[in-house]
C-alpha cells in the first residue's frame, strides 16, 4: 500500500489528517485538509490553505516527520531549515513521531547537533528501527 492508498483509507475510517504549513520565521502549523485540498507551498512542497485553522498540538497522537535520511535510533537529516526540529522540541507534544523512508535512506550515522530532534521509529519497507533495534 503506498501513503496515498493509507491517506485514503485513514480518511475513509474517519480519522483527521493534519498537514504542515510553513510559517513566517520557518514556523510550522498544522491544519485539517484533505490531500485534494492542498496547495503549492514552501518549498514546492503540497501545504494547506494558510486560512484553515491551526490544530492544537496536544491533540497529536502521531506525527509523521519527513526526512532525507534517517538512522536506525532515529536521527535525521532534513532539508536545512531546522522547521521540524524546532517544532519537535516545542512545548505539549505528546505524540509519537514517525519517520518514513526507504531502506536506502538509512545510514549508519549522521551529523547531529544539539538542536537536532530524533523521532521514535522509523518505518520502511524492510522493517521498523526503534532505539537502534530493527523488528519486522
Do not use: N, P, Q, Y
Given at each position: 500500500?503506498?501513503?496515498?492508498?493509507?491517506?485514503?483509507?485513514?480518511?475513509?475510517?474517519?480519522?483527521?489528517?493534519?498537514w504542515p504549513l510553513v510559517r513566517e520565521q520557518g514556523r510550522l502549523s498544522f491544519h485539517i485538509s484533505t490531500p485534494d485540498e492542498l496547495v503549492t507551498g514552501t518549498m514546492g512542497i503540497a501545504e494547506p490553505d494558510k486560512d484553515l485553522p491551526a490544530v492544537e498540538i496536544e491533540s497529536f497522537d502521531l506525527l509523521v516527520v519527513p526526512g532525507i535520511g534517517f538512522t536506525r535510533f532515529g536521527a535525521r537529516l532534513g532539508q536545512g531549515g531546522g522547521y521540524y526540529d524546532r517544532f519537535l522540541a516545542g512545548v505539549g507534544l505528546r505524540a509519537k513521531t514517525l519517520g518514513l523512508a526507504f531502506s536506502v535512506q538509512i545510514v549508519p550515522e549522521l551529523p547531529v547537533e544539539d538542536t537536532d530532534v530524533c523521532v521514535d521509529a522509523v518505518v520502511t519497507e524492510k522493517g521498523i528501527a526503534s532505539g537502534g533495534v530493527w523488528s519486522l
Open positions: 500500500m503506498c501513503l496515498a492508498d493509507a491517506v485514503g483509507t485513514w480518511l475513509d475510517e474517519g480519522h483527521r489528517i493534519a
